[in-house]
């Protein structure tokens, strides 16, 4: 039973990360992530983790790739691309070459340390019954982990911060730094260049149509 | 506090136990005919009772909204006009099905499919019936214990919040499929608006998880015997905020600009006919009934009453939860028949600014008097200090808000020629 579902989960991994190479539309190739993210969050219900194969869907199918697929559908690049064009010259060659190395050392570690896949729950690190999972994890991560957990929350927070500096649009000529931005922005009337005219004018153009 | 623990202490024994094993009593055993027919059983009920449900509900809705509005509503079908629903659903089901020439076709077929199946999946997890105050929540059937529910996974109710991202899929790709400016406008807007109230939707549960102390939905409720519900016990604030964003997740009124006929025609499903849009709709009133069965759950004890008759006990509990569901579909069509539509940045504003900031605050006190009450410490000054904290971020956040909305003002004023093109939005 194991070993039946290990094998249907990791075929439906497998396909979709083949399907994520190999679909023309971004959107698709979003899709067959979401079919690949899922097979992964049954590999872990099949190890007991139950909480992190919840946590899998939450956190990768609806958060990371929901915003993957908003950024495809704003900015509008959701068309078929061409595969036979090659963005960076030799990158292909190259890639071929370190997945194929990676992919052989994976199956001689699999054919050597093990009797092959049986889809049992792994050894080294038990997790004990399933309903204790949730409960482990958690004091795992907030006593001995507590630091490295409280430094991601700092690190996805300065992230935060610098996603929004980056995203202002700076009026007027450039400003080196956020804190000359709110110093300029106080003081009325600057200048207007051309583009500034532009835009205000597309603008009222705009609400015109509207 | 101290009440709710004190009640909730001797409850924990029996209730730690079942964590532990985390299973349904029917299945703790070895697999028979038996058990795997009963398994079969209660997911064809369930699902034939979220559909017959679907139907009422539908027609509840239009026979409701006609009274508030002084019309008869639907009338000619049936008594009452209660066959309507079905006379509906057969008409989708014979008009022509059409694709959109620039649809994307193997996802719009899609769409459909990932609305309605989180829809259905949800109520799996919601025990509708069960004696929790005198037995362990089983009923026996056929000479086996088990429990009224299709499932009771370990990390429960995390299955709903899992469930109600993929739903999100369905709406963004309907939109996005259909190749057509309106669908794509209503799917932005509406996965925009889902994502943005699941943050405050899984922070108001999680001030549960604190209170009941686990993620299965059966120890949730069984948490909640003697009558101390947990809309009382996390102190309201987190009840009222599952429901403001749970009715935003549904895309119900007042929340319902994903489908403002004004700006968008129909929104994402506006190309779509026949069963596909039929599907639709389905998960649309499928997501009413399972987030009331959630909310009841989760704050209101499930199907916890009093069993007034012996013979035939398990009804009383159904009945119950049947109530306290019905009470939440009635205030959901209350709402639609009241309220007048959210604009988008007052959507978000509420969202961002005002539920996500409570709700966290919240989750944290009762956290901090969760820590004070495994130290011994006076609950007194934890809260009091609690409150300190969170009225000084409030005010932070205030200022904040305050600031930013004023210098946005003096960026839009006349005075200034470079004006910033998009608004608010």
């Known amino acids: 039973m194991d070993a039946f579902v290990f094998l249907v989960s990791a075929a439906i991994v497998l396909t979709g990360a083949v399907g994520v190479l190999t679909s023309r539309n971004p959107v698709h190739a979003a899709l067959f992530l979401v079919q690949t993210l899922f097979g992964v969050a049954v590999l872990f219900v099949l190890q007991d983790a139950t909480f992190l194969a919840a946590v899998q869907v939450i956190v990768y199918a609806g958060a990371v790739v929901i915003l993957f697929l908003f950024v495809i559908m704003l900015l509008g690049v959701d068309r078929a691309e061409d595969l036979g064009v090659e963005p960076i010259v030799g990158q292909r060659p190259v890639a071929a070459v370190i997945g194929a190395s990676l992919m052989g050392l994976l199956l001689t570690l699999l054919l050597v340390a093990t009797d092959g896949p049986t889809g049992a729950p792994g050894r080294t690190a038990p997790l004990g019954d399933a309903g204790d999972n949730t409960r482990r994890l958690g004091e795992a991560l907030f006593t001995g982990h507590v630091f490295a957990v409280e430094l991601t929350a700092l690190l996805l927070t300065v992230a935060v911060v610098g996603a929004v500096v980056l995203a202002r649009t700076v009026k007027g000529p450039l400003q080196p730094l956020p804190v000359v931005v709110v110093a300029t922005a106080t003081e009325p009337d600057e200048p207007a260049d051309e583009g500034a005219e532009e835009e205000a004018e597309e603008e009222a153009k705009e609400e015109g149509s509207a | ?425």
């Not at chain 2, 066959?83 to 959109?100: M, R, S, V, W």
Request: negative net charge.
């Open chain 2, 1 to 425: 506090m101290t009440t709710v623990n004190t009640v909730v202490g001797p409850v924990m024994g029996p209730v730690m136990d079942t964590a532990v094993l985390a299973l349904d009593p029917l299945l703790s055993g070895d697999l028979d005919l038996g058990i795997v027919g009963i398994v079969i059983l209660k997911a064809v009920v369930a699902f034939t009772l979220l559909l017959v449900s679907v139907m009422l509900m539908i027609w509840f809705e239009r026979k409701l909204v006609a009274d508030m509005h002084n019309r008869i509503g639907p009338a000619v079908a049936g008594p009452f006009g209660i066959l309507q629903t079905l006379a509906d659903g057969i008409k989708l089901f014979f008009k022509e099905d059409l694709i959109p020439d620039r649809a994307d076709r193997v996802v719009f077929k899609l769409a459909p499919y990932l609305s309605l199946v989180p829809a259905f999946l949800v109520f799996a997890i919601v025990p509708i019936g069960g004696d929790f105050s005198s037995g362990d929540g089983t009923v026996t059937w056929f000479g086996k214990s088990t429990y009224l529910q299709v499932a009771d996974p370990p990390v429960g109710i995390l299955f709903f919040l899992a469930l109600s991202s993929i739903a999100v899929y369905g709406v963004m790709l309907a939109g996005w499929s259909s190749g057509s400016k309106y669908p794509l406008l209503g799917s932005v807007r509406a996965s925009a608006q889902m994502i943005s109230y699941e943050a405050a939707l899984g922070l108001a549960i999680a001030a549960v998880f604190l209170t009941s102390g686990s993620l299965s939905t059966h120890d949730i409720v069984a948490s909640q015997v003697d009558g101390s519900w947990n809309v009382l016990a996390t102190g309201v604030v987190p009840f009222i905020v599952f429901l403001v964003a749970g009715t935003a997740e549904l895309n119900r009124p007042p929340f319902d600009l994903v489908e403002a006929e004004q700006e968008l025609v129909g929104g994402f499903h506006t190309e779509y006919s026949s069963l596909r849009f039929a599907l639709f709709f389905l998960a649309e009133f499928m997501n009413v009934i399972t987030m009331s069965a959630i909310a009841v759950t989760l704050f209101l004890g499930g199907p916890a009453g009093p069993i007034l008759t012996d013979t035939l006990g398990w009804v009383w509990p159904v009945f119950w939860f049947s109530v306290k569901v019905f009470a939440f579909l009635f205030c959901f069509v209350w709402l639609r028949a009241t309220l007048p539509r959210l604009r988008y940045d007052q959507l978000m504003d509420l969202g961002w600014k005002v539920l996500i900031p409570v709700a966290l605050g919240w989750f944290l006190l009762i956290g901090a008097m969760n820590v004070a009450g495994d130290q011994g410490w006076s609950l007194v000054p934890v809260v009091l200090g609690g409150l300190v904290v969170m009225a000084g971020g409030a005010a932070l956040l205030m200022g904040a808000v305050a600031k930013a909305r004023a210098e946005r003002l003096a960026e839009d004023s006349p005075e200034r020629d470079d004006v910033p093109t998009g608004g608010s939005a």
